[in-house]
């Protein structure tokens, strides 16, 4: 059940509810996350936020308003047995493994400091709710990293005309996608029981009914509801020419799209990896994925560029 605190106030008197989170979904970026808080939404035992994402204890301006703000943020869960929020960034921590920080340097690839970003979410989030249910979703972290470079291109934080080598040290672009790394803070903290794992390439392209009752199951509410659209993509992804008008001007892509539809489809002037990029993900990544693969004990056959 959904895990209340009452506060009294200056009178003496009890003031409002605390509400507090059973679960959270952590991660990863760019990895199916905004359809599973849809799926999750859905569930009439389950009370999520109106907004997606809280970043409360993953930016150092949202932890420091405290936990009155936090539960705040997440809002009257009414007569839902279960709260909880989805926040992709919260399953990373600062820094990379060791091989990685030697492949970046050769790369000449510098990470860029982000000083409002709580070095270790993990740690702040048990220190105050040691019993959550966790939910992880994992992507091929090669596709991963360039849709997130596309996602920040998008939301304006990086030109269009900025390559993916120069770009790639920023707003956690490489760094995300580091699983076993991240996981590892995780398992250090909360037992295994307690962690759901998805992978994009298979638990969601291929059986998200499938996964949404495993979800369920996990959380402990009824696994027989049937929300709508389990197979409908929850980001569709933007073309070239769409982000380059979007650089040009916010808003000006989604006008010219409403008058001309087949922009959303024209990619040019060309946002792409070069071969050269592809192969230093490729190696960037490889161990962090063997390695996953031993946690898990699950082959990630479908991540063919980092696994082959």
Same mark, same amino acid.
């Given at each position: 059940?959904?895990?209340?605190?009452?506060?009294?106030?200056?009178?003496? +008197?009890?003031?409002? #509810?605390?509400?507090?989170?059973?679960?959270?979904?952590?991660?990863?970026?760019?990895?199916?996350? +905004?359809?599973?808080?849809?799926?999750?939404?859905?569930?009439?035992?389950?009370?999520?936020?109106?907004?997606?994402?809280?970043?409360?204890?993953?930016?150092?301006?949202?932890?420091?308003?405290?936990?009155?703000?936090?539960?705040?943020?997440?809002?009257?869960?009414?007569?839902?047995?279960?709260?909880?929020?989805? &926040?992709?960034?919260?399953?990373?921590?600062?820094?990379?493994?060791?091989?990685? &920080?030697?492949?970046?340097?050769?790369?000449?690839?510098?990470?860029?400091?982000?000083?409002?970003?709580?070095?270790?979410?993990?740690?702040?989030?048990?220190?105050?709710?040691?019993?959550?249910?966790?939910?992880?979703? =994992?992507?091929?972290?090669?596709?991963?990293?360039?849709?997130?470079?596309?996602?920040?291109?998008?939301?304006?934080?990086?030109?269009?005309?900025?390559? =993916?080598?120069?770009?790639?040290?920023?707003?956690?672009?490489? &760094?995300?996608?580091?699983?076993?790394?991240?996981?590892?803070?995780?398992?250090?903290?909360?037992?295994?029981?307690?962690?759901?794992?998805? #992978?994009?390439?298979?638990?969601?392209?291929?059986?998200?009914?499938?996964?949404?009752?495993?979800?369920?199951?996990?959380?402990?509410?009824? @696994?027989?509801?049937?929300?709508?659209?389990?197979?409908?993509?929850?980001?569709?992804?933007?073309?070239?020419?769409?982000?380059?008008? /979007?650089?040009?001007?916010?808003?000006?892509?989604?006008?010219?799209?409403?008058?001309?539809?087949?922009?959303?489809?024209?990619?040019?002037?060309?946002?792409? @990896?070069?071969?050269?990029?592809?192969?230093?993900?490729?190696?960037?990544?490889?161990?962090?994925?063997?390695?996953?693969?031993?946690?898990?004990? /699950?082959?990630?056959? /479908?991540? &063919?560029?980092?696994?082959?």
């Amino acid at each position: 059940m959904v895990s209340r605190s009452r506060s009294a106030d200056t009178s003496g +008197t009890l003031a409002t #509810v605390m509400t507090t989170p059973t679960f959270l979904l952590i991660g990863a970026q760019k990895a199916g996350t +905004t359809w599973l808080a849809g799926m999750l939404d859905q569930h009439p035992e389950i009370h999520t936020p109106s907004v997606k994402e809280l970043h409360h204890f993953d930016l150092r301006d949202r932890l420091a308003r405290g936990d009155g703000a936090y539960a705040a943020d997440l809002g009257d869960p009414g007569d839902a047995r279960v709260v909880g929020e989805a &926040t992709p960034n919260y399953l990373g921590v600062l820094g990379v493994p060791a091989a990685a &920080t030697e492949r970046l340097t050769a790369a000449g690839v510098t990470l860029a400091d982000h000083p409002e970003v709580v070095d270790d979410p993990a740690g702040e989030i048990h220190a105050r709710h040691p019993d959550l249910d966790l939910v992880v979703m =994992f992507r091929d972290p090669v596709a991963r990293a360039l849709s997130a470079w596309r996602h920040h291109i998008r939301r304006g934080r990086i030109s269009p005309r900025t390559s =993916f080598r120069d770009a790639c040290g920023r707003h956690g672009i490489l &760094t995300m996608g580091f699983y076993h790394h991240h996981l590892t803070r995780w398992l250090e903290l909360y037992p295994s029981a307690r962690l759901l794992v998805h #992978v994009f390439e298979t638990d969601v392209k291929e059986t998200p009914e499938k996964t949404v009752r495993a979800t369920y199951e996990h959380l402990g509410v009824d @696994p027989a509801f049937a929300p709508t659209d389990v197979r409908r993509a929850a980001n569709e992804r933007s073309s070239d020419l769409e982000l380059h008008l /979007r650089a040009i001007r916010p808003g000006l892509a989604d006008r010219v799209a409403r008058l001309v539809p087949a922009v959303r489809r024209i990619d040019w002037p060309r946002i792409a @990896p070069t071969d050269d990029d592809l192969r230093f993900l490729g190696e960037l990544y490889r161990d962090d994925v063997r390695a996953l693969e031993a946690l898990l004990d /699950r082959p990630l056959d /479908r991540w &063919t560029r980092v696994a082959r």
